[in-house]
């Protein structure tokens, strides 16, 4: 399959071309790297070569991958807190990890040397599949390489709009305290106490790397973004409910960041020898936004089948029975027929925490997905799983007119008064 032919006509012939340099383009090189893959044409297109930190993802797994020696911290045991609970939650046989995108290029960089990747630095454009190679454009139409497989990592929007669409929308402070203020033992999961908008949900969180530094966030899940000024207003309302000083914090990095959360569908394969990894190949968890454990899923099974000399086409990143299950969720919490604190409060006090972070990654089996449905409340689930059922009938019999949707870019602002910023928003 993996033929070294060249043809002399276009600037750069390869096997495998990945469009996009971001994580999940990375995870794929280093995937390939530890793979020991040779005698593979490899190139990347990409206008921005990354490196350092510009995003910090949070996921949880089993420990004794290749990822452990990159993470910043990991913790084995997290609270889930709620107006009316405070849940110590023990993720045995899982860990809750933290990792920034530094180790994750760096890691890239040297797969790149290893593996003799040919790097174009150049926005992509147009993509021709003529069931045989693919051709790469530039933006002003020029050809910049033929590739008889691409990975297109790049952010674009479903294929139509969904019945729902919401955001995960954050802002995040990077905090270093002048002494000891946090466990860094536990980190903080989700912690409901935040006030709560009133189309959807809000939680902070507290990944604390050791006792004097930690990364302290605000979440919503809603259909629109905040303003800047909104975001620090949140932040510093949800630091004073944790007890932490200002006058001892200093803020030295700023995260901001946007997720869809959408049962849109997302095309994985749009066509013959285009494979798309990312959101923008369904790997974010539509009830979550959590995107980075499929990603490096993905990773691993097209390492394994360009080793293997197969085509380089990752499985789905979730089963089609959890796609719908988002969806129904989607449209209880839109439509208020749920209280979102309440409806994640039940998730955990019902089920193992393991059980749930698995049921988030697509990772449990049909009785186990039972298990998880039993512990939601009936009547609004009912009422939602059969509006989602009339919804799609309606789609089916009349092509839905529903208004483009893209996700937007996120809310960047300046360090709130009184704190100091340094580094990059993501």
Same mark, same amino acid.
């Given at each position: 399959?993996?033929?070294?032919?060249?043809?002399?006509?276009?600037?750069?012939?390869?096997?495998?071309?990945?469009?996009?340099?971001?994580?999940?383009?990375?995870?794929?090189?280093?995937?390939?790297?530890?793979?020991?893959?040779?005698?593979?044409?490899?190139?990347?297109?990409?206008?921005?070569?990354?490196?350092?930190?510009?995003?910090?993802?949070?996921?949880? *797994? %089993?420990?004794?991958?290749?990822?452990? @020696?990159?993470?910043?911290?990991?913790?084995?045991?997290?609270?889930?807190?709620?107006?009316?609970?405070?849940?110590?939650?023990?993720?045995?046989?899982?860990?809750?990890?933290? #990792?920034?995108?530094?180790?994750?290029? &760096?890691?890239?960089?040297?797969?790149?040397?290893?593996?003799?990747?040919?790097?174009?630095?150049?926005?992509?454009?147009?993509?021709?599949?003529?069931?045989?190679?693919?051709?790469?454009?530039?933006?002003?139409?020029?050809?910049?390489?033929?590739?008889?497989?691409?990975?297109?990592? %790049?952010?674009?929007?479903?294929?139509?709009?969904? %019945?729902?669409?919401?955001?995960?929308?954050?802002?995040?402070?990077?905090?270093?305290?002048?002494?000891?203020?946090?466990?860094?033992?536990?980190?903080?999961?989700?912690?409901? %106490?935040?006030?709560?908008? &009133?189309? *959807?949900?809000?939680?902070?969180?507290?990944?604390?790397?050791?006792?004097?530094?930690?990364?302290?966030?605000?979440?919503?899940?809603?259909?629109?973004?905040? !303003?800047?000024?909104?975001?620090?207003?949140?932040?510093?309302?949800?630091?004073?409910?944790?007890?932490?000083?200002?006058?001892?914090? !200093?803020?030295?990095?700023?995260?901001?960041?946007?997720?869809?959360?959408?049962?849109?569908?997302?095309?994985?394969?749009?066509?013959?020898?285009?494979?798309?990894?990312?959101?923008?190949?369904? &790997?974010?968890?539509?009830? !979550?936004?959590?995107?980075?454990?499929?990603?490096?899923?993905?990773?691993?099974?097209?390492?394994?089948?360009?080793?293997?000399?197969?085509?380089?086409?990752?499985?789905? =990143?979730?089963?089609?029975?959890?796609?719908?299950?988002?969806?129904?969720?989607?449209? =209880?919490?839109? *439509?208020?027929?749920?209280?979102?604190?309440?409806?994640?409060?039940? #998730?955990?006090?019902?089920?193992?925490?393991?059980?749930?972070?698995?049921?988030?990654?697509?990772?449990?089996?049909?009785? @186990?997905?039972?298990?998880?449905?039993?512990?939601?409340?009936?009547?609004?689930?009912?009422?939602?799983?059969?509006?989602?059922?009339?919804?799609?009938?309606?789609?089916?019999?009349?092509?839905?007119?529903?208004?483009?949707?893209?996700?937007?870019?996120?809310?960047?602002?300046?360090?709130?008064?009184?704190?100091?910023?340094?580094?990059?928003?993501?």
């Amino acid at each position: 399959m993996w033929q070294r032919d060249r043809m002399d006509s276009w600037p750069v012939d390869v096997d495998l071309a990945l469009v996009g340099g971001g994580g999940a383009a990375s995870l794929v090189l280093a995937a390939l790297a530890r793979h020991r893959v040779r005698d593979v044409r490899i190139a990347v297109v990409d206008p921005v070569h990354r490196r350092g930190q510009d995003r910090t993802w949070a996921f949880w *797994g %089993r420990s004794g991958n290749d990822l452990d @020696e990159l993470l910043s911290a990991s913790w084995s045991r997290v609270e889930v807190v709620t107006p009316d609970a405070h849940r110590a939650l023990d993720l045995t046989p899982l860990r809750y990890a933290m #990792l920034r995108s530094g180790p994750i290029y &760096a890691r890239a960089a040297e797969a790149e040397r290893q593996l003799g990747v040919t790097r174009i630095a150049a926005a992509a454009g147009r993509v021709d599949d003529d069931g045989d190679r693919v051709l790469v454009r530039a933006v002003d139409g020029r050809p910049l390489l033929r590739a008889r497989w691409l990975l297109d990592s %790049r952010p674009r929007p479903p294929r139509r709009p969904g %019945r729902t669409n919401w955001l995960q929308h954050f802002r995040g402070w990077w905090l270093t305290a002048d002494r000891p203020v946090f466990d860094p033992a536990r980190a903080v999961l989700m912690d409901f %106490r935040t006030p709560q908008p &009133a189309r *959807g949900v809000s939680f902070g969180y507290v990944l604390p790397v050791d006792s004097r530094y930690a990364l302290v966030e605000y979440t919503e899940f809603s259909p629109d973004l905040l !303003t800047a000024a909104a975001y620090d207003t949140a932040l510093a309302g949800y630091r004073d409910l944790l007890g932490l000083d200002a006058a001892r914090l !200093t803020v030295t990095e700023v995260e901001n960041g946007v997720i869809p959360m959408t049962d849109g569908p997302f095309v994985a394969r749009p066509s013959p020898r285009v494979v798309r990894l990312g959101t923008g190949g369904g &790997a974010t968890r539509p009830s !979550t936004g959590f995107t980075f454990s499929a990603m490096h899923r993905q990773a691993e099974q097209v390492a394994r089948a360009v080793a293997a000399g197969r085509p380089p086409v990752p499985a789905p =990143a979730y089963p089609g029975r959890h796609r719908w299950m988002d969806a129904v969720a989607l449209r =209880a919490l839109d *439509g208020g027929l749920v209280n979102g604190p309440e409806f994640f409060g039940r #998730l955990f006090d019902r089920n193992p925490a393991s059980r749930v972070l698995r049921f988030l990654d697509g990772d449990t089996s049909l009785a @186990e997905d039972l298990a998880v449905m039993r512990s939601t409340r009936l009547r609004p689930m009912v009422t939602a799983t059969v509006a989602d059922a009339a919804a799609r009938v309606r789609d089916r019999s009349a092509p839905s007119r529903r208004p483009a949707w893209t996700v937007p870019p996120p809310v960047v602002g300046s360090a709130p008064p009184g704190v100091e910023r340094s580094g990059s928003d993501r």
